[in-house]
């Protein structure tokens, strides 16, 4: 009998299958967090920081898809090495694990993983509400006219040069947002969700 084996069921493959969903949730550990990160600067208006906190979260979700598709080889790896197809489940690979710490193991990396998926997508779905508000919601002076220090009317092209200025402005702000939006709405995880059983 082979070292790291258990009768016919070789546990080699399941030591790297539960090292890389220990790599998923730490992952998606970070992205809840970049999420929360990011729905703070939208709550509190700051528009010019999305951009920031929009590269953190795609950076993650990056990070995170190559680490699924790492996750994808060993899992097929293990499903067939125990006798199962190559697309089954976590579940499906937990049922058929041999006695002892496996079964219990892949269990718990099971019960983690759609514990931080559902905190991720509904952190996401908050964030995705916030931002749809627009930067209005935290700039509710842009585009009006604000008087001079005297109190006079401002000049006319001071009041075109100050509504050039806020257009940029909101131009830029609004680029933030849909950016922010697309990434946010790229938090769904499809091929987790499949391979934790819920889709």
């Not at 006219?145 to 257009?167: L, M, N, S, Y």
Request: hydrophobic share 45%; net charge negative; aromatic share 6%.
């Amino acid at each position: 009998m082979f070292a790291g084996q258990t009768g016919e069921w070789g546990t080699v493959g399941a030591d790297e299958l539960s090292a890389m969903l220990w790599r998923e949730r730490r992952q998606l550990e970070l992205l809840l967090y970049r999420l929360e990160t990011q729905l703070l600067h939208v709550r509190a208006g700051n528009w010019p920081w999305l951009k920031f906190a929009a590269a953190d979260v795609e950076k993650v979700l990056e990070n995170l898809r190559f680490d699924t598709l790492a996750r994808n080889i060993e899992s097929s790896a293990l499903a067939i090495e125990w006798h199962l197809s190559a697309n089954a489940t976590l579940p499906m690979i937990a049922s058929v694990a041999p006695p002892g710490i496996w079964p219990e193991l892949l269990q718990e990396h099971h019960r983690e993983l759609v514990l931080m998926l559902k905190q991720v997508e509904t952190t996401a779905a908050a964030n995705v509400e916030a931002l749809l508000t627009g930067p209005q919601a935290g700039n509710p002076s842009l585009g009006s006219v604000q008087p001079g220090d005297d109190g006079t009317p401002a000049a006319p092209g001071a009041v075109a040069e100050a509504d050039t200025a806020d257009d940029v402005m909101l131009l830029a702000e609004n680029a933030n947002i849909e950016r922010a939006l697309a990434v946010t709405r790229d938090c769904s995880l499809p091929l987790l969700k499949e391979f934790l059983g819920l889709e």
